[in-house]
């Protein structure tokens, strides 16, 4: 689905880094609405065209459907590896991105085709856009002068990303859940989220979690 017109505006400095991928086509394969609400900003003044699918199953149909001008995979996905996704579109020529809040899974992602790996959160503007333009025509943007920060976690972007954990955390996919989690906890600096995600492979690590990320959601005010 396209990406939602709405969501926190990002800064008005931006404007220096507005180089334009007009006409250009990207798909975000990603689970996390904060970092996929962070692209959405980081790309809404080139004039990208951005779809997201949250899931190895949805990239294969938006794949079927349509020819992105670059893939954007998130490593870790509900129904599997984000490889396996990388590896089909780069025996089909496409240019493809890695991303990942686990900077070990660089060298899985570039055996499996990635052109590159980008770790979560993503330490710079500009260079992230400068990335994407090589990828797409082989140039990246004139240099600015100036720096813009990536934009903050918008509330309700983490809000459903921490509903979403806590309603996994004491099912069965526990790698998967406490990979989402850490990488979600790196995206917004949450340490303590971060430490009880490394110790959640036990029951009891998992209930810490559990009820830490509760907590969490219980500081987020109600939507509404």
């Known amino acids: 689905m396209p990406f939602p017109p709405d969501g926190p505006g990002f800064p008005a400095a931006n404007a220096a880094l507005s180089l334009s991928l007009r006409g250009v086509t990207v798909l975000v394969v990603e689970d996390s609405r904060v970092t996929c609400d962070a692209l959405r900003l980081i790309f809404q003044r080139t004039g990208a065209r951005l779809r997201r699918a949250g899931t190895l199953a949805t990239?294969?149909?938006?794949?079927?459907?349509?020819?992105?001008?670059?893939?954007?995979?998130?490593?870790?996905?509900?129904?599997?590896?984000?490889?396996?996704?990388?590896?089909?579109?780069?025996a089909d020529g496409l240019p493809v991105l890695a991303l990942s809040g686990d900077p070990d899974g660089r060298a899985a992602a570039m055996d499996a085709g990635a052109i590159a790996f980008v770790e979560k959160p993503i330490p710079s503007v500009a260079g992230f856009l400068r990335l994407i333009r090589q990828l797409v025509a082989g140039v990246g943007p004139e240099p600015t002068g100036q720096e813009i920060a990536p934009p903050a976690a918008d509330p309700l972007a983490l809000r459903d990303d921490l509903a979403f954990a806590a309603a996994l955390v004491l099912g069965p996919d526990t790698d998967y859940v406490t990979g989402f989690v850490r990488s979600l906890a790196r995206a917004t600096g949450d340490r303590d989220l971060e430490a009880a995600a490394l110790e959640a492979g036990s029951d009891t690590g998992r209930a810490a979690l559990s009820a830490l990320l509760t907590a969490r959601l219980s500081a987020i005010s109600p939507v509404g």
């Open 59 to 90: 990239a294969r149909r938006h794949l079927d459907a349509c020819r992105p001008d670059v893939l954007i995979v998130d490593l870790g996905l509900p129904d599997g590896r984000g490889e396996a996704l990388i590896a089909l579109a780069a």
